[in-house]
């Protein structure tokens, strides 16, 4: 897998670190020419000084064949234009863009380019960490696609003494695994949930707080 | 022509500021916008529109320009991809008719004509005249050798 990533920092950086530790081939874009000796000397990637929203730049850093495009500068107009050139220039076949102002991910996707945003991510994080006592844990599996979450159920839960079909749950959500008394239970329709389950939860990002209320109460 | 209608512009440098006051005299409701504020300093006592001091990339700032009423708006930040952001989100989210983008990059530009962004590309258009007055000129320097 060939991936490209324009930008810079300790995100880049570790980034890089983890995906050439898979084996991928990286190539980095950055416009400081600094940062790029500083990069080549301690990554195995390629690094590239330029433009990364420059096509001659793009097709130096090999974008024909790359598999993936990460845009990741602190400009969410660079982001944009750099994913889209990668896709209908070059024919990335994946392009992601960090969109800096939360409001602009909603955009990118208006727009048709897939991104992510950190303020939004770190404060969904925060929020149900800091808001949600019972929830012990918190997994982001598949890419975080899907998070697995281990909650407790009080007995102020809107959900305790109800059996599982009776409880209105979003798509795309599942309790996985019923611990009770140490003992794990893969629930059925018909068995009850009572105060002081632990549950494990498979919820998707978009759901993940809905979800959480429905067995918490919380914010209601 | 008709010259009641609601433009918004970005960018309210040379270029931004000329087509401001221009296009506010001819009558039409303006609107610019720019991140640095003395920016507007490039505008004509006579400009009768509106300021907003922004930057063009936070959809907030957009929406307090009211895009959602323009009939047309001109990105001419001397910034291309700011440009070809503000005229995607422009065009495709706030439905704004005619939209227009400097891009410097002609490179940049040959992919957003596909997107159906109007672009004016100052190097080539400079290029070609160039082109033109050299090519001219050579012509007159053979007829005189005639």
Do not use: W
């Amino acid at each position: 897998m060939k991936v490209l990533i324009v930008g810079g920092g300790k995100t880049l950086y570790f980034l890089c670190r983890n995906f050439t530790a898979k084996g991928y081939e990286v190539v980095i874009i950055n416009r400081n020419k600094e940062e790029c000796v500083q990069l080549a000397r301690q990554l195995s990637a390629t690094v590239v000084l330029g433009d990364g929203s420059d096509a001659g730049i793009l097709k130096e850093a090999g974008a024909m064949g790359a598999d993936a495009m990460l845009a990741i500068t602190p400009n969410d107009q660079d982001n944009l234009v750099i994913c889209q050139l990668a896709s209908l220039k070059f024919g990335v076949p994946r392009t992601v863009a960090l969109a800096n102002d939360p409001d602009n991910a909603e955009v990118f996707d208006k727009l048709g380019v897939f991104s992510f945003s950190t303020t939004d991510i770190v404060s969904s994080l925060i929020e149900q960490r800091a808001s949600l006592e019972q929830i012990t844990n918190l997994l982001p599996v598949g890419e975080g696609r899907v998070n697995v979450t281990e909650i407790i159920l009080d007995a102020d839960s809107p959900v305790a003494g109800k059996a599982l079909k009776d409880i209105e749950l979003p798509d795309n959500a599942l309790v996985a695994v019923v611990i009770r008394h140490n003992q794990p239970i893969v629930p059925r329709g018909a068995n009850q949930l009572l105060a002081g389950d632990r549950l494990v939860l498979i919820t998707l990002p978009e759901n993940h707080g809905p979800v959480l209320k429905a067995f918490t109460g919380e914010g209601k | 022509m008709k010259n009641n209608r609601y433009i918004v512009i970005v960018g309210c440098g040379r270029l931004g500021s000329h087509l401001a006051n221009q296009l506010s005299r001819d009558g039409n409701s303006v609107v610019v916008i720019d991140s640095d504020e003395a920016t507007f300093n490039h505008l004509s006592p006579d400009f009768s529109g509106f300021r907003v001091n922004g930057d063009a990339t936070h959809m907030a700032v957009l929406k307090e320009a009211k895009l959602n009423k323009a009939d047309v708006l001109i990105a001419t930040t001397h910034e291309d991809n700011v440009n070809l952001m503000v005229a995607q989100v422009a065009r495709r989210i706030f439905h704004i008719p005619h939209v227009l983008a400097r891009v410097f990059d002609p490179r940049r530009e040959e992919v957003y004509a596909h997107l159906g962004i109007d672009t004016i590309c100052p190097t080539s258009v400079a290029a070609e005249m160039f082109l033109r007055a050299v090519a001219d000129r050579a012509a007159d320097k053979e007829r005189e050798q005639i």
